[in-house]
């Protein structure tokens, strides 16, 4: 079993930058990915990661986001700029343990076998 723990989120000011942090209980190769979901919203892919820094975004990321890894730490981090109120959410950390060609299970949800319980971002107009 592997706990993820998540950080850094907070309230900003819109065109603000916060960089949230994903800790892992333990060492893993699986790919780690950030979700996050707003009230009343439906769970959205942010952004993944493979264990040999191969990344993925939604087609309709707009490049303020950026995922990285550092696999010695056990941590995954995602680097929020230029922040919009419409990024308000509890932002997840999940970990999977499959590996695939298929560049479209990486933004599956339930894909992921671990999840933590979410960092709350709320960007300010």
């Known amino acids: 079993q592997v706990q993820l723990t998540e950080s850094g989120g907070g309230l900003v000011q819109a065109g603000g930058s916060l960089r949230l942090i994903c800790a892992a209980s333990?060492?893993?190769?699986?790919?780690m990915a950030w979700f996050r979901q707003a009230p009343g919203q439906e769970r959205e892919f942010v952004a993944a990661i493979r264990w040999d820094d191969h990344k993925y975004y939604p087609n309709s990321e707009e490049g303020r986001f950026a995922i990285s890894r550092d696999n010695a730490q056990n941590t995954v981090y995602l680097q929020m700029n230029n922040l919009e109120p419409e990024d308000t959410a509890v932002y997840y950390c999940a970990l999977g343990d499959f590996s695939s060609s298929d560049s479209d299970r990486y933004s599956w949800g339930s894909a992921y076998a671990y999840w933590g319980r979410g960092t709350q971002v709320t960007v300010s107009s």
């Open positions: 333990k060492h893993t190769f699986g790919p």
